[in-house]
């Protein structure tokens, strides 16, 4: 990768660095971290075959997507729209209506973290952290400075677990969780973790946002496709190591026989390890997590709004700011946040499969990728994905319904 690097300007290897940390902040939410701590302390040491499974699926759905958007220039729904007119700009509503959900539960997050680190009410601490993920779109070179936000905080995000873990190194069960990851106990309560961890982590807006900070940083065309691979597979697998990271904390103390709660595993967990000081680091994490996805999320919402009219793209900022000000909005009204955490999810999960069929059949389209042969082993890759991700859906698509 490193040699390919040096085909990059500076410019283009910070887009790229960027592009990594902007996709694997926009997974990694409040969110994201409880539901990794929840489903291990429910599955136990089998929540390992989830995260490989997972972890194999999002590879080839996000190398597939990276590479046809990087080679084509065109963003996603602009693709989807040359394979089936006016299904991209269906998709980028739902992507954009899917983020304005995600940063409400992101919001949501911000006020537990405020609240757990100083102490502050839940709606003034989320107005904070509202305050501080608007002041980066507030000013004109505010989306170029996510380039260095993302790396840095995302960074940070992986000492801070990754230090958390050191302390139960020795507690977790390795052999066990081994033999667990390839022999799962109870294979069928791994499907819908499956879909939910697919769903929160490459779904809707998260792999988009890597993918067309790319073309920002016009890293596009055939002599870039094979640093884009691996700076695609290197975003997922950032991702996977801090669910990983989490989930060997709560198995290393359930291993010690520490009593986790289920409606705090993840507070208890850093209680027993830090003390009093449990909280404030759990706080401090979200925060970061926070603030790091509400600007990934509004960042890819802003690739699709401006394609709508010039004016939105000349006043893009403004508009992003606007964004977040709405789901902060949204988010004082609402007072049970789970059928808003089930319509995400699932709506994610959803678009998975579509964006990923879209990009497959676009590698055969000369219109779109030109000369560019893809190849074979990344199609069979894709398509394995696409079968998952497909049966995933209809696991999203069942708890969309049952929310009517």
Known sequence: MFKEFNLLDNQQKRKLIGAIFIMMTASITPAFLLTTANLTNEL???????????????????????????????????LINTIVPKLGNVISFFVILGGLAFNIIAIIGMGVGFNLAFGLDLKIGATIGVF??????????????????????????????????????????????????IMPQNIERTIVPIAMVLAG??????????????????IT??????????????????TSLVRVFIFLIVIGLLASNT?????????NAFVEIYGDYGNVALGVLFIIAAVTSISATTYTAGTMIQSYNIALKKHL????????????????????????????????????PVILGGMLH???????VGAYKHPLWMSIFGVIALIFTFIAAFYMIYELRILF
């Open 44 to 78: 136990k040491t089998t929540f390992a075959f989830v995260i490989l499974v997972t972890l194999i699926i999002e590879l080839g759905f996000q190398l597939n997507l990276w590479r046809v958007v990087s080679v084509s220039g065109k963003p996603i729904h602009q």
């Open 362 to 368: 676009a590698t055969r389209r000369k219109d779109i």
């Open 317 to 352: 900022n403004i508009v992003l700011v606007m964004y977040i000000v709405t789901a902060w909005l949204i988010y004082l009204m609402v007072e049970e946040p789970t059928t808003l955490v089930l319509f995400s999810f699932a709506l994610n999960g959803i678009l998975i």
């Open 201 to 218: 982590t490459i779904g809707g807006y998260i792999s988009l946002s890597g993918a067309h900070r790319l073309i920002d940083g016009k």
């Open 132 to 181: 501080l993920a608007i002041l980066i779109f507030a000013f004109k070179a505010g989306r170029d400075n996510l380039d260095l936000i993302a790396p840095i905080l995302g960074i940070v995000i992986l000492l801070i677990t990754a230090f958390t873990y050191l302390f139960v190194f020795n507690k977790v069960p390795y052999d066990e969780v081994f033999v667990r990851t």
């Open 259 to 267: 009593i986790l709660f289920s409606d705090s595993v993840l507070e």
């Open 221 to 238: 065309g055939m002599k870039y496709r094979h640093v884009v691979t691996r700076a695609s597979n290197l975003s997922v697998v950032l």
